[in-house]
């Protein structure tokens, strides 16, 4: 995983690129997660980070990219299945975004104090298989 940090007008812009050979990371429960999903379709591997996102307290998940609902499918499926009882106050935000540009203004338009764009990698790109 491989982290680069800056700051625009007061929020913590911080990208992060990560493969499904590195350990998930773990992020500031306040943060928003805006996800490139391009390379990474391993629905066991999406679950799991899923999974690890929600218990880690975050809420507002934004994807776009070739696996984008994919990735909103499984967070969403994972976040009812981890909390059923979860009122409509408590239930993770997600939403796809089809054209780059949209998610692109829709980070600039964060009020989380915490914004990691994250792009995926697959084992493939790593020279593994």
């Not at 997660?33 to 391009?38: E, M, R, S």
């Not at 975050?58 to 979860?86: A, N, Q, V």
């Not at 997600?94 to 990691?116: H, P």
Request: glycine residues 4%.
């Amino acid at each position: 995983m491989i982290v680069d940090g800056c700051k625009m007008e007061g929020q913590q812009i911080i990208e992060v690129y990560l493969s499904p050979k590195d350990v998930i990371p773990q992020f500031h429960s306040d943060s928003e997660l805006f996800i490139v999903a391009d390379n990474i379709d391993d629905e066991e591997y999406i679950c799991r980070f899923a999974e690890a996102m929600l218990k880690g307290g975050l809420r507002h998940f934004d994807f776009t990219g070739k696996y984008c609902d994919l990735w909103e499918l499984i967070f969403d499926e994972t976040d009812i299945k981890m909390y059923p009882d979860s009122t409509s106050a408590d239930i993770a935000l997600t939403m796809s975004w089809k054209k780059r540009e949209d998610f692109d203004e829709a980070i600039e338009c964060s009020s989380q104090e915490y914004v990691y764009i994250i792009y995926d990698y697959s084992y493939k790109q790593d020279g593994k298989e």
